[in-house]
């Protein structure tokens, strides 16, 4: 590496830190810890309760005001995401943005998930592990045979074709996903490491919808997952109606991003 390239790399960096520190300036000293498992009861009457068996796929139209408690009943596994704006397919989550413009991939309560256009599709407002992956992706066929071996196992990738034809979309609207209870992290070297003490039996994650969606969940063991076995348990998914935010909503307040995020939504 000669002296011009790595000057252009420090200042990048020094670049980098300086559009961090600002868009970081309104933000909390320190987002609030994991809610406790088994803490947070459901309101009476949910509107809809799901489970989807380990290596299978579900679809759902979630409302604004709506929320989806995504739980882990019976132990690991690990369930990818995607939707789409009901009124407006063309108009999807965006993981890439999701973190760039929160300046971070750690997912956890008092997070938002922004779609490509801007706009706060889904508040995290309950969260018991803070270990969700934006960086990844779901598995593949390819994935599966890598890990697996040959054999007819179900991948994330096919669940989500399967579950764009069932909505009357194409494999085109089909964005990358974020996977909820896939503990990967980054080291000092940039590798991704998985952290499986950090998903427990009982763990779920609250998303408030902000916008009316379309949502596809793909509960199929994530690429990075160490365990030999292809041994995904079953997923509760319930659907129910959220209380009405306060004033104060942490998702909504949290950062200067999230706050233009439902101002975006909002016009």
């Avoid at 390819?142 to 069932?166: E, V």
């Amino acid at each position: 590496m000669n002296d011009e390239t790595r000057a252009l790399i420090e200042a990048n960096k020094r670049r980098y830190e300086e559009l961090k520190a600002a868009g970081q300036d309104h933000a909390p000293s320190a987002l609030p810890p994991p809610t406790e498992r088994w803490s947070v009861m459901l309101p009476p009457g949910p509107l809809h309760r799901e489970i989807i068996p380990g290596g299978w796929y579900w679809t759902v139209k979630v409302l604004a005001g709506e929320a989806l408690r995504i739980s882990l009943p019976e132990g690991p596994s690990a369930v990818a995401m995607i939707a789409w704006n009901a009124a407006d397919t063309s108009e999807r989550l965006n993981y890439a943005d999701t973190v760039k413009v929160q300046w971070t991939a750690a997912l956890g309560k008092g997070r938002v998930i922004f779609s490509d256009m801007g706009k706060v599709m889904f508040s995290i407002v309950e969260d018991t592990t803070g270990v969700h992956d934006a960086l990844m992706g779901g598995s593949t066929p390819a994935s599966n045979r890598a890990r697996y071996g040959a054999g007819p196992l179900r991948n994330t990738r096919d669940n989500f074709i399967l579950a764009a034809g069932k909505l009357g979309l194409d494999r085109r609207d089909i964005p990358p996903c974020i996977t909820f209870f896939a503990p990967v992290r980054t080291n000092q070297a940039g590798d991704f490491v998985w952290q499986e003490e950090k998903r427990q039996q009982g763990d779920f994650v609250d998303l408030r919808a902000e916008m009316d969606v379309l949502v596809a969940l793909s509960n199929c063991p994530h690429p990075l997952d160490p365990n030999p076995a292809y041994d995904p348990k079953p997923v509760e998914v319930v659907r129910f109606q959220a209380p009405a935010p306060a004033a104060d909503d942490l998702c909504r307040t949290a950062t200067q991003e999230a706050v233009r995020g439902f101002d975006n939504l909002a016009r």
